[in-house]
């Protein structure tokens, strides 16, 4: 028995085609084929522009402040305009010692995302809101030679561990308060603010 899709086929008599037509057949494949190549070289062009080769950005060292390398990271990546969707795997290939073994624990989905990075790096190394407020206290001014300086270190390391507080009661529904005089009270945070 004959198969119905092919009878059509078989059936079918070859058309002439003009030279003209050949050359218009040419003409569509070649452009297919220079789109295409346009379409990996545009990819290429853009995974160079991300990658390392173009962000130069010295590799940490064991010596190095981790915080002031990570600000020292973000600012590079900015200036550079590295896209943020690599700012993650970037930082996870210059970091070392603890940092590193943080990053490459991350599973992927996670290790993609540079805030979650960001986080977990300074949670695992203890980098908090206590460890600002401990560094703030055991500041003394003696040890200085100019008070500005002093001034400036502690204006820092204030800023630092305020933020990370704003940042914690920002996600909290309700804000909690213990005034011994008063008693305990619980204050609902309107969702416009």
Known sequence: MENPDMAAYTNAQPVPMTTADILWQNLQALTQILDSQQQMLDCQQDWLRHSLVSFKMPKMTRDNDLEAYIEAFERHALMTRLNQEYWASQLGALVVGKAQVTYR???????????????????????????????????KGPNEKHPWVLLLLLRDLLDKWVAELIERIGEAQYISTLDLAKGYWQIPVAPED
């Open 105 to 139: 624990a991350l599973p992927r989905d996670k290790a993609r995302d540079y805030k979650h990075v960001k986080q977990a790096i300074l949670y695992q190394l203890e980098i908090n809101p206590d460890h600002y407020r401990h560094l703030f206290h055991a500041k």
